[in-house]
């Protein structure tokens, strides 16, 4: 059973608008979130975190918020660039491990 | 480029094979993950190695295999091949483990025939 999911496969936006991807998780004990980027061809790369002492957290265009009561976070671009253009991963990880665990991920395209 | 190399970029190989996956982390870290994608999956974790000694474990089949050695590069070692073991293997770093920033290399494409 999936432990985070992402459910959108893919997402299509405006450029200069604004792009929400989604991500639920099933497990309370998570206690850091993350996003990742991925090119194709490429590995995935970190773009931004957050703890779960915190709702929200900003870095430039990019804010993850956070919602525990719902298991939900999500990642707003504002404005949305074409370089934006990447599939999109959420990755959690419980307290005192190592290991990540990630979404199956977002296909964001952000038209011209 | 995040400064993690794997090498072969891709591989193709027949069932029942055995193949070996490279992975050199960025200078300086000790910590190595493996992670498979398989199609139209995230990321699934395998393994994790601290300054040459296992530190985690996830769903890696027995078939599987890893180290890490005195050098700090890591080899995945992939025996008894099937066709479902197709998929991207991705390699990661961090410089020790815990909350530290995982940097992921290019990936190895395997193609079992």
């Known amino acids: 059973d999936q432990q985070v999911k992402q459910n959108s496969p893919s997402l299509s936006v405006q450029e200069g608008r604004i792009s929400i991807l989604n991500c639920d998780y099933t497990?309370?004990?998570?206690?850091?979130f993350l996003w990742y980027k991925k090119y194709p061809a490429e590995g995935p790369t970190f773009l931004i975190s957050?703890?779960?002492?915190?709702d929200k957290n900003e870095d430039g265009r990019f804010t993850v918020f956070l919602n525990k009561s719902a298991k939900h976070l999500s990642l707003h671009i504002v404005p949305s660039q074409p370089g934006d253009s990447a599939v999109y991963f959420c990755?959690?990880?419980?307290?005192?491990?190592?290991?990540?665990?990630f979404g199956k991920g977002t296909k964001l395209t952000v038209n011209p | 480029d995040s400064g993690v190399t794997q090498t072969p970029k891709h591989l193709i190989t027949a069932t029942g094979q055995r193949v070996t996956l490279r992975c050199s982390p960025r200078?300086?870290?000790?910590?190595v993950y493996w992670y498979q994608q398989s199609l139209d999956q995230g990321l699934q974790f395998l393994i994790q190695?601290?300054?040459?000694?296992?530190?985690a474990k996830g769903n890696i089949l027995e078939r599987f295999s890893a180290q890490q050695f005195p050098d700090l590069h890591s080899e995945l070692n992939l025996s008894s091949l099937e066709l479902g073991d197709s998929a991207l293997y991705f390699c990661?770093?961090?410089?020790?483990?815990?909350?530290?920033?995982?940097?992921f290399g290019p990936g190895t494409r395997l193609t079992v025939t």
């Open positions: 200078s300086g870290d000790l910590s």
């Open positions: 990661a770093s961090s410089v020790g483990g815990g909350r530290d920033e995982q940097y």
């Open positions: 957050i703890s779960s002492i915190k």
């Open positions: 990755a959690v990880r419980q307290g005192g491990s190592e290991k990540l665990v």
């Open positions: 497990n309370s004990m998570f206690d850091y």
């Open positions: 190695y601290y300054n040459g000694e296992e530190r």
